[in-house]
């Protein structure tokens, strides 16, 4: 991010993140907890299906799914 808006931007784009997850755990009054690499992917799965679909797709290929139980 440094690379791309600044150093002292990204700086403060970070300070404000962390600053809005504190403000949260105390508003909450729970502890930090790690969400994890694929918490969004998991969030929206048939978002992150159909993107995925479509992106194979425009490689040129046919995509037929099912779910595996």
Known sequence: MAARIGKKKSLIALAHT?????????????????LGAD??????????VKRL?????SFGYTVALSEVE
């Open 18 to 34: 962390m600053l809005v997850s504190i403000y949260h755990m105390i508003k909450k009054k729970e502890p930090y907890k790690e």
């Open 39 to 48: 918490y969004l992917e998991n969030l929206h799965k048939d978002r992150t």
């Open 53 to 57: 679909k479509k992106r194979i797709e």
